[in-house]
């Protein structure tokens, strides 16, 4: 902090930082928020998405190579790209066998291809926790924590089906992935672990991650994603475009609230 902010700083704690204005305080923090780009999840537009897309065809960055899709649920941003002109072929992943039936009936509308798969650290079977009753929610999560304790519901398990990205990418026999989006609620780092040698390899141009309160319940901090990614430069997503990040600081990525997040390797631009 420079002089004229240490100057601010101490004004503002003077006069601010007293019990009475502390209801202030909290709206005006909350209300920062959206300017920041979090909390912003009501439609593509406000979430940054749309903005996102965007960028990346003006600098052509979605004429090649595949996009894949972790954790489509029912397949709404695949939709999205496609609704933006994105032609490259899409894999959405999809483990829930709720979720997944819908999101094929949408992939056959759509022209891009479902997997009946979740992706992890290592290829297994797995267990799923969504509402009780309502199978294929866009809450279901590999942690029963996010159910019952952020959303006050009841959980029921479901079994699935994991691959790793690394898996999945040599059978495929994949050289490039334009955009690897991944929205896992809470179990992002798991999906990264699993995708080394992608990475390691400099397939993946793009990884966009969505980051909020379940990454409490995964006990993952911001810095382990960071830390995966050691050649890419981080991004949150704003209504008219991205704003970079810049090093790491835990004051600005450590916000445990709804967040798309890019990274874009360092050799990108």
Do not use: C
Not at 16 to 42: C, D, Q, T, W
């Amino acid at each position: 902090m420079n002089a004229l902010g240490k100057s601010v700083k101490r004004v503002y704690v003077l006069l601010f930082a007293r019990k009475v204005f502390y209801p202030v305080n909290l709206f005006l923090y909350k209300l920062s928020m959206f300017g920041m780009g979090i909390r912003n999840h009501e439609n593509d537009t406000v979430s940054g998405e749309k903005a996102f897309i965007k960028f990346l065809k003006a600098r052509r960055k979605l004429d090649t190579g595949v996009i894949m899709d972790i954790g489509a649920n029912m397949g709404n941003y695949s939709v999205m790209l496609r609704k933006n002109g994105i032609t490259l072929p899409i894999f959405a992943f999809e483990p829930h066998p709720a979720a997944f039936r819908k999101l094929s009936a949408v992939a056959g509308t759509y022209n891009f291809t479902a997997i009946p798969q979740g992706a992890g650290e290592v290829s297994s079977t797995a267990t799923i926790y969504d509402y009780q009753g309502d199978g294929g929610s866009e809450h279901a999560s590999m942690y029963k924590g996010v159910i019952e304790h952020l959303h006050k519901g009841k959980a029921e398990e479901v079994a699935i089906a994991l691959t790793t990205i690394d898996e999945f990418v040599a059978q495929q026999e994949i050289s490039r992935i334009a955009l690897l989006k991944i929205d896992t609620e809470g179990h992002e780092l798991s999906v990264l672990k699993g995708a080394r040698q992608t990475i390691a390899s400099g397939l993946a141009d793009v990884i966009q991650v969505e980051f909020n309160e379940m990454n409490i319940i995964s006990r993952t901090f911001f810095k382990d994603i960071v830390d995966i990614l050691p050649g890419y430069d981080f991004y949150r997503l704003l209504p008219d475009g991205l704003k970079a990040l810049g090093e790491y600081n835990s004051t600005s990525y450590e916000i445990f609230s709804f967040q798309n997040i890019v990274a874009l390797k360092k050799s990108w631009r």
